[in-house]
């Protein structure tokens, strides 16, 4: 039977029913989906940051399963969890089955890729929750303007900064037109005085520039951050004289990953794991003194088939090797921005599909929101066990 036969054979009433019962039925599966993938991006942000109470990396446990009841029908949720059960989902209240909390519910799903007339057609239209498009919009503006509350706070003072770009797919609008295309978030990441990462703020340019980060850096200068001892950043053309203009006492890092990437790209296939097993025994000396030694035996080594990147690798090696002027237990830690490199992917993952088809207000509500719960969540760093009370003190960490 057609489509055409059997809507023909029936009452508009009956027609209506089915449409309805079909609609129901996609919302409820679109709901599922986003639920879901919050869900899993809930935990892969917990993980980033957790650690068990014996300071144990924690890892994923697999799911249970939890049916939510909606206006659209029940929702079967996959709830994630870890080995050690500490994980908690802020998305639903244990034990809740019903989505009572409309505001917070209204809240996550639009940070999840809803927009405000999803939210309210489709899960919060029937009379028993009087959550009206108008009121989901009102919401919306809440966590716009709380979102300009993170990026206008104060600055806790950092011992040190990690800064990191990456690009995501920006919608804005001109007028009456409007046009989605890649731009740059800039991120930094600094390590506070009491040893916890916390996202200073966040920027988005049309492209990564020296120029663009010296306005950034001077707008961190302004809002508190203290005189940083490191930045740590990738090679990117005129940084290190972006950072010495405006703080003139700090000591620049060259991210080693982002040296390791530019090596393997430099390189033949065939000679990529020797190379780079050659690199990493160099950076992982117990002195700068024995790395130097190490290095020169690696240039002399490699300059013969590689002589450019060799003589690019040398004239880089005391911005790759300025980790060696810190205590030892922070090294790890401070050799490459991968906090903020590991931020930002979660940043484009969780962007991908919000900021392409709303304003540019969305991405700055997402991207807040991301890196506050960042922050929220953040512990001391493991670091800051080790350090003895006079290398904390000449580092500048609290006591």
């Not at 005085?193 to 703020?201: A, E, F, H, N, Y």
């Not at 203009?245 to 000679?271: E, K, M, T, W, Y």
């Not at 117990?286 to 040398?314: H, N, Q």
């Amino acid at each position: 039977m057609s489509i055409i036969q059997l809507f023909s054979s029936m009452t508009a009433e009956q027609a209506a029913s089915l449409i309805k019962e079909d609609l129901n039925s996609f919302v409820r599966s679109e709901l599922e989906r986003a639920f879901n993938e919050a869900l899993d991006g809930e935990i892969e942000d917990f993980l980033l940051t957790a650690s068990s109470p014996n300071g144990e990396k924690i890892y994923r446990n697999g799911y249970y399963e939890r049916v939510l009841k909606t206006s659209c029908g029940p929702l079967s949720l996959r709830m994630p969890r870890d080995r050690v059960s500490l994980f908690k989902t802020e998305m639903l209240r244990p034990y809740q089955r019903t989505t009572g909390d409309l505001e917070y519910l209204a809240q996550r799903l639009y940070l999840g890729g809803l927009t405000p007339s999803e939210i309210s057609g489709h899960l919060l239209s029937d009379s028993s929750t009087g959550l009206s498009r108008e009121s989901v919009r009102k919401l919306v503006a809440k966590l716009a303007a709380k979102a300009e509350e993170f990026r206008s706070r104060s600055l806790p003072e950092c011992v040190v900064v990690s800064m990191d770009g990456t690009y995501v797919p920006l919608k804005r609008s001109y007028g009456e037109s409007s046009s989605v295309s890649k731009e740059c978030i800039e991120v930094a990441i600094g390590i506070t005085r009491d040893g916890r990462r916390q996202v200073l703020d966040f920027r988005a340019v049309p492209r990564e520039g020296a120029g663009n980060w010296s306005d950034f850096l001077e707008s961190l200068k302004g809002r508190g951050i203290g005189d940083p001892k490191l930045f740590v950043t990738d090679g990117l053309q005129g940084m290190p004289e972006a950072i010495a203009g405006s703080f003139p006492n700090a000591r620049h890092q060259l991210c080693l990953v982002h040296a390791q990437r530019n090596i393997a790209q430099a390189v033949r296939i065939r000679d990529r794991k020797e190379i780079m097993d050659d690199f990493k025994a160099v950076y992982s000396k117990g002195s700068r003194a024995e790395c130097d030694e190490a290095f020169a035996e690696f240039a002399s080594k490699w300059s013969k088939p590689y002589p450019k990147l060799m003589l690019s690798l040398v004239e880089k090696q005391d911005a790759m090797f300025r980790f060696y002027e810190f205590p030892k237990p922070m090294r790890r830690a401070i050799y490459t921005s991968n906090a903020a490199e590991s931020l930002n992917s979660i940043a484009k993952r969780k962007t991908r599909a919000r900021i392409q088809y709303n304003s540019e207000d969305s991405a700055l509500i997402v991207l807040a929101k991301i890196y506050e719960d960042y922050n929220l969540a953040a512990r001391p760093a493991r670091f800051m066990l080790e350090l003895s009370e006079g290398e904390k003190e000449a580092m500048g960490f609290e006591r």
